[in-house]
């Protein structure tokens, strides 16, 4: 199910974050391919929102490298990533109540047909965009008010498509949702798997992450912690590299042991 | 509730059917119980569908009504209830006179309630609206009396001069971030004493109002020098306008498969802008005609909804008053919005003080001053504006105008005096402000805000 390509889209070799006294990142490297999900996973404060601010450029990286299908590209604000291609849809959705649909999901880059905003078009679009993820909501001119948690999240993912992106990070999709809701998330998550987008996607949940990604990358206290493929990795192997399970004094004792007999 | 089958307004092309299935839920949502179902054309009984034919729009209202969209059914229920008390107390209130009268004077505030449309749907307020039109008038009179200068220059350079004042207000909020509520409350005052000093003295400035754009906006400038043919002119070009609009709308939603508008429900909506429209012609024809400040605020209506309904800009102030994070996110520059709202409510508020300078051909001490301001919120508010942002309409200006100044006139007509015109003004807005709350409060309830 994997049909990874050779360069990552994205590539993140080395990159450091400070916020003055705190280190909130420490050489972390990241990869991301088209048509793959790379779950990014870790305790609270382990680094992962702001790893995904500095690749959605609202925190430029102090040290490192951020490669864009090969070649290093530098990000200082939201516009550049836009402009490369990531779409971040955050777990506050930020969507305009008061605007219907297909308001929202044009919003900041409306259609015009001489001049004027082509609500036409734009319609027309946003049903096939819609239709073509399978997302069911009662109308697109109905305002986002009216609708409930699942379909606003869907419609801030299908929003985050409007721009053709080729990283879509998702931060936290399933938090807030029900049973049913969750599910047709993920769905949407592997629809975009199928477009051959590559997709970030934030989570707690480990059996979302189980569910539709492809490498797991672990994070803690602001480091790498491993990757793993998702099919051959236990859930408890990934949780123990989220809580550092292995690395306790057990552990570090066992580890010398082990060393000092080697001598 | 409804289970009819045919609910969308209209059916999409053969081809776009898949499309129609996938999406249009109203047709077509899967049963709850099975996410992997494919979209099969049944209705889910928790949506409220729209029938067809008039029994449709009758449920649909009562729907909109209980779900708080009340839109403009206060107006037409206060206009009604308005004319007829003033009706029954003085027979002359619904003479052609008199509804001329109110034609006329209902433009000057309505300026100003346009510039708080702007301000309002972001869901902030301008207190000083009322006082930059009083000083745009004293600016005015300086420049034509004092310095002798040409009147349309004059009137372009106050009117920048209201744009910047409106500019400078939406800086301080914008960028400094003081409440606007304050800013302006704080210009309310300034402007106001800018005024007193400028007119000095003197306290009042007289504007020779026999050309130029005083003689525009005064009450003896009519559309075409009162030709009868004038006003049937306007009404004919609204409705063609609105027609033709529609169905080239129509034609392009029926080309692209999404839903449109049937013939139908189009004649019947121009029916009614005809018959409102003629019956208004007819009327002020039976007067004087139409005056040339009313078909310069009409003009600047369709002007400013179409800025409002279909231009970018538009789209990024209701963006703005509908979440400004999300706004943010989508790369609208939220202080460049509000610096600009903040300055089309100051330069409207300057043509609006022209309009006032027209009435009077005069700067006067108390231009804008009393009751200006209240009456333009309470305006913009009956009309259908929200205060809380994101939800309105610029017709709002003149639907709550017309109630407004029906009371103004009225009450001028059975001789009350000032006293009495203030506690029922203030009363007035305290309704508007309370309908537009309960409404807001029944909207969440009926989840639509």
Request: glycine letters at 12%.
């Amino acid at each position: 199910m994997v049909h990874v390509s050779a360069t990552p889209v994205l590539a993140l070799r080395g990159v450091s974050k400070r916020f003055g006294a705190v280190q909130a990142l420490t050489d972390v490297e990241l990869e991301v391919h088209a048509g793959e999900v790379v779950a990014l996973v870790g305790d609270n404060g382990a680094g992962k929102s702001t790893l995904v601010k500095t690749i959605a450029g609202v925190h430029p990286i102090d040290e490192g490298v951020i490669e864009w299908e090969g070649r290093p590209v530098s990000i200082t604000k939201p516009h550049d990533a836009q402009g490369l291609g990531v779409a971040t849809v955050y777990q506050d959705l930020a969507l305009c109540d008061n605007l219907d649909v297909v308001g929202n999901l044009f919003l900041g880059r409306e259609l015009l047909h001489r001049g004027a905003i082509d609500e036409v078009t734009m319609e027309k679009q946003a049903r096939e965009l819609l239709s073509t993820l399978s997302i069911r909501i009662p109308s697109v001119r109905i305002p986002i008010a009216s609708l409930s948690g699942g379909q606003r999240q869907v419609v801030a993912i299908a929003r985050a498509l409007i721009g053709d992106p080729k990283v879509v990070i998702l931060d936290e999709p399933t938090a807030a949702l029900g049973v049913e809701q969750t599910a047709q998330v993920l769905d949407l998550v592997e629809r975009l798997r199928e477009r051959d987008l590559g997709v970030i996607l934030i989570s707690h949940n480990m059996a979302d992450v189980k569910a539709v990604a492809d490498t797991v990358a672990v994070l803690r206290l602001g480091k790498n912690n491993g990757f793993f493929p998702v099919k051959s990795t236990s859930h408890e192997d990934i949780i123990a590299a989220i809580t550092g399970a292995t690395d306790n004094a057990v552990t570090r004792r066992a580890e010398r042991r082990s060393t000092e007999a080697a001598k | 509730m409804s289970d009819t089958s045919n609910t969308v307004k209209g059916k999409g092309s053969p081809k776009d059917e898949k499309a129609d299935a996938a999406v249009e839920a109203p047709t077509t949502v899967a049963p709850a119980d099975d996410p992997t179902a494919a979209p099969v054309p049944v209705v889910d009984p928790r949506l409220l569908v729209r029938e067809e034919g008039l029994k449709g729009y009758i449920t649909e209202f009562k729907r909109k009504v209980k779900g708080g969209e009340l839109g403009s059914l206060p107006v037409f229920i206060g206009l009604i209830i308005i004319w007829t008390i003033f009706q029954l107390k003085n027979d002359r209130f619904l003479s052609a006179d008199n509804l001329s009268n109110i034609s006329y004077f209902l433009s000057a505030t309505g300026m100003l309630a346009i510039g708080l449309v702007f301000v309002l749907l972001l869901g902030e307020i301008d207190l000083s609206v009322g006082s930059v039109s009083g000083l745009a008038s004293t600016v005015f009179a300086v420049f034509v009396v004092n310095h002798g200068m040409n009147g349309w220059l004059a009137l372009i350079l106050t009117i920048i001069t209201g744009i910047g004042i409106g500019a400078l207000h939406g800086w301080f909020f914008a960028k400094i971030g003081v409440p606007a509520f304050v800013v302006t409350l704080a210009g309310f005052l300034g402007w106001n004493g800018l005024m007193l000093w400028l007119l000095g003295s003197s306290g009042t400035i007289n504007i020779p109002a026999d050309s130029g754009p005083v003689h525009l906006f005064g009450q003896n400038s009519f559309f075409m020098d009162q030709a009868i043919v004038g006003a049937y002119l306007l009404a004919g070009l609204g409705v063609v306008l609105m027609l033709v609009g529609s169905f080239n709308d129509q034609r392009r939603r029926k080309a692209a498969g999404v839903p449109f508008r049937p013939t139908s429900e189009i004649l019947l909506r121009a029916g009614l802008l005809a018959v409102a429209s003629f019956v208004a012609a007819a009327t002020l024809n039976n007067s004087a005609g139409v005056s040339n400040a009313l078909v310069i605020f009409l003009a600047a209506l369709v002007v400013v909804d179409f800025v409002l309904r279909r231009t970018t800009y538009g789209r990024k102030v209701f963006a703005v008053g509908g979440g400004i994070e999300a706004a943010r996110r989508a790369g609208i520059n939220v202080p460049m919005v509000r610096i600009t709202v903040f300055a089309i409510s100051g330069g409207f508020a300057a043509l609006g003080g022209m309009f006032f300078a027209g009435q009077t051909a005069s700067a006067t001490l108390n231009a804008g001053g009393g009751n200006t301001l209240m009456l333009a919120i309470a305006a913009a508010v009956i009309g259908g504006t929200s205060l809380f942002g994101g939800r309105g309409s610029v017709w709002s200006a003149l639907l709550g105008m017309l109630v407004i100044q029906s009371i103004q006139t009225g009450l001028d007509l059975l001789n009350m005096n000032t006293s009495i015109q203030y506690m029922i003004t203030g009363a007035v807005l305290l309704g508007a402000v309370v309908i537009d709350s309960v409404s807001r409060k029944s909207q969440k309830a009926a989840g639509r805000a």
